[in-house]
């Protein structure tokens, strides 16, 4: 444990100890400094990780505040326990509706696509990048790309993971069509019609949807709001049934927005590679982290092979650009032979544009204001939510991404709601979405990645009071 990660959580105990009352001043930072003897910006760093759980928040010119929304910890949803009994209703369709049409209507508020809001994204930079390789690439991007995709940025994704204790080069890396494109390619060449695999629960929809339309056998796991899968489960699973793969988002998992810690993604692995089971690591929101310093990837300690690594920029960058890429590991000639029956190449000029992006430190820029952006919203979110939604209302408390997931009173059922919401301009996305199971009816997943303005806090305050009328 680093010494601000140690500062943060003495801190921390006396604040959830009621030492110091929600709404009081913590010490300043000079006088904690003094007292304890550690660098002013170790001290920084502390307060940085402790707003970014929702403990404090910091008041221009007056210093550090314990959080005056910030309700106790039992108001964490805590442990899913997924049940046997399938879902009644098919939710495929609901899914349609609430994602078929991509709504351009500028009055609705769309909480419920997860990606960050146009105004947190370098569109013009982006734009000028597109003309400039249009004109400096002699072929003008019309042939296609070698199967493992653009060399430029291979090398570019391989450069961001030279602290990593296993690094990989250009030649770990196949480029895709996002980070969905990587998931794909990895069960169809891991996978048979009629073999299990293992998830989180709730998971992705799309995981889910993706998985179910390979004819694959979904086992979803007992999953906490804080630490992910529960292992011991996971273990015993792979020890008495077959399973041809686990799929895990291992940082700001969508959509609970837990991290993984480091010791349990050692253990994860630990677990693949004595069983010989595939790890399918899907990590495109580790960039957007909240602390000092970006968590570690289940690929970064994999010795063996067993983890295909699966990220793209669709999160954090460029949704609409598709690129992305997958470290195979031992699993390299199987994604390359199925990427080549399904998609024969990449689109060049996208995976052209993102690499120079990427190249002499910019993405590294955008990323660090977008790390302050989503952080700011995250704060603002939680406090309305605290304020306006209903007294035993459950929220996670991510420390990266852009994901909230809310556990409201079991008598609310999000999706009978959905069409009030969207009446009064207000989508999200129901928690039943995130499941195969008769399970998470009464939750529903929020983004926090819209600009932060007027409109954006006036629908979270709508919505807080249409779940209020549920209860009435």
């Not at 990606?115 to 947190?120: D, G, I, L």
């Not at 080549?340 to 990427?358: G, K, P, W």
Request: aromatic residues 8%; glycine residues 6%; charged residues 25%.
């Amino acid at each position: 444990m680093n010494l601000y990660e140690k500062l943060a959580e003495d801190l921390e105990r006396q604040i959830k100890k009621g030492t110091f009352h929600y709404g009081d001043r913590l010490p300043s930072v000079r006088s904690i400094h003094q007292e304890t003897g550690v660098s002013i910006s170790t001290v920084l760093q502390s307060m940085y990780l402790l707003e970014s759980k929702g403990l404090i928040e910091a008041r221009p010119k007056k210093g550090y505040f314990v959080s005056p929304y910030l309700r106790p910890e039992q108001n964490n949803p805590v442990v899913s326990q997924p049940i046997a009994r399938k879902g009644k209703r098919d939710i495929e369709d609901f899914i349609q509706k609430v994602y078929g049409p991509m709504d351009s209507d500028k009055s609705l508020t769309n909480f419920s696509v997860g990606v960050p809001s146009p105004e947190m994204l370098p569109i013009a930079k982006l734009k000028k990048i597109v003309r400039d390789m249009m004109r400096d690439l002699p072929d003008a991007c019309i042939h296609y790309e070698p199967i493992m995709g653009s060399e430029y940025l291979r090398r570019q994704v391989a450069k961001r993971t030279l602290l990593w204790e296993n690094s990989l080069s250009a030649d770990d890396l196949v480029t895709t069509h996002g980070c969905m494109n990587s998931l794909a390619f990895a069960l169809m060449s891991l996978t048979q019609k009629g073999d299990s695999i293992i998830t989180e629960s709730p998971v992705y929809f799309g995981t889910l949807q993706l998985a179910k339309s390979l004819g694959l056998n979904v086992i979803e796991m007992s999953t906490h709001s804080e630490y992910g899968l529960d292992l011991e489960a996971v273990k015993k699973t792979v020890k008495e049934t077959r399973i041809s793969a686990i799929i895990v988002v291992s940082n700001f998992s969508n959509p609970m927005g837990y991290c993984m810690p480091d010791q349990n993604k050692r253990t994860l692995v630990k677990i693949c590679t004595e069983q010989q089971v595939p790890l399918i690591e899907e990590d495109l929101y580790g960039d957007v982290y909240f602390g000092a310093d970006r968590p570690l990837s289940c690929k970064s300690i994999d010795t063996d092979g067993i983890v295909l690594w699966c990220s793209s920029v669709s999160k954090t960058l460029a949704p609409g650009y598709r690129v992305g890429w997958i470290a195979p590991g031992r699993f390299l000639d199987q994604i390359c032979k199925t990427k080549l029956y399904h998609n024969v190449a990449s689109s060049s000029l996208t995976q052209e544009v993102i690499a120079r992006f990427m190249d002499k430190g910019r993405y590294e820029n955008h990323l660090r204001q977008l790390r302050i952006g989503l952080h700011h919203n995250l704060l603002k979110y939680l406090q309305v939510i605290y304020k306006y939604f209903p007294e035993n209302t459950k929220v996670t408390y991510p420390n990266g991404g852009f994901l909230l997931w809310i556990e409201l009173d079991p008598k609310i059922d999000t999706t009978l709601i959905y069409d009030d919401a969207l009446e009064q301009g207000i989508k999200y996305a129901p928690g039943r979405m995130f499941t195969l199971r008769d399970q998470f009816k009464n939750c529903l997943r929020l983004s926090f990645g819209l600009d932060w303005n007027e409109k954006t806090s006036h629908s979270l305050i709508k919505l807080g009071e249409l779940l209020k009328r549920q209860l009435i």
